[in-house]
T-cell receptor
Framework: DQQVKQNSPSLSVQEGRISILNCDYTNSMFDYFLWYKKYPAEGPTFLIS?????DKNEDGRFTVFLNKSAKHLSLHIVPSQPGDSAVYFC????????FGQGTTLQVKP | DAGVIQSPRHEVTEMGQEVTLRCKPISGHNSLFWYRQTMMRGLELLIYFNNNVPIDDSGMPEDRFSAKMPNASFSTLKIQPSEPRDSAVYFC??????????FGSGTRLTVV
């Protein structure tokens, strides 16, 4: 039973363009959502988060959007840079973090 | 602070052997989590502790898996006996607040 789903295993974009990573969830009790970034041979690191009472949170090039009615959130990276190439995990919380399967982003120079 | 420290970084073992993974959380953090990363399921929560007490072990796949946290600075995840399907990267994370998780670099386990 996968409560947090990232249906796109991979995404490839050109440097300077927008990257959009998507995430769906099933549990309406989730009250906080986060995105983590993971480089090879390293642990995931926190990127950006959003509370369920908001629909948008922005931090520099990174913006997270939350659509509660659709149980969907997305991460926008603008402009994308080669250093953004990594695995991105969506996570949701009711006190413990439940992660999705991850999406591998490749940003081509 | 050195962050969350996991050992070993890599472990190769034969099927049927006992495997012990170790984790030292960040000093002062009161929650500790064990996750397993696989291609199919991403990051799965296996078990978490709060103030050294196991709170939720519903993610532990089988009785072959066990975890302990004898004190605030150390935790172990043990697999006995190990099987090839246990091959994965195992992460430990610690936190002080609900959402501020810091992950270790992981242990890559290969069971042959």
């Amino acid at each position: 039973d996968q409560q947090v789903k990232q249906n796109s295993p991979s995404l490839s974009v050109q440097e300077g363009r927008i990257s959009i990573l998507n995430c769906d969830y099933t549990n309406s009790m989730f009250d906080y959502f986060l995105w983590y970034k993971k480089y090879p041979a390293e642990g995931p690191t926190f990127l950006i988060s959003i509370s369920s009472i908001k629909d948008k949170n922005e931090d520099g090039r990174f913006t997270v959007f939350l659509n509660k009615s659709a149980k969907h959130l997305s991460l926008h990276i603008v402009p994308s840079q080669p250093g953004d190439s990594a695995v991105y995990f969506c996570a949701a919380s009711t006190g413990k973090l439940i992660f999705g399967q991850g999406t591998t982003l490749q940003v081509k120079p | 602070d050195a962050g969350v420290i996991q050992s070993p970084r890599h472990e190769v073992t034969e099927m049927g052997q006992e495997v012990t993974l170790r984790c030292k959380p960040i000093s002062g953090h009161n929650s500790l989590f064990w996750y397993r990363q696989t291609m199919m399921r991403g990051l799965e929560l296996l078990i978490y502790f709060n103030n050294n007490v196991p709170i939720d072990d519903s993610g532990m796949p089988e009785d072959r898996f066990s975890a302990k946290m004898p004190n605030a600075s150390f935790s172990t995840l043990k697999i006995q006996p190990s099987e090839p399907r246990d091959s994965a990267v195992y992460f430990c994370a610690s936190s002080l607040r609900d959402y501020g998780y810091t992950f270790g670099s992981g242990t890559r386990l290969t069971v042959v």
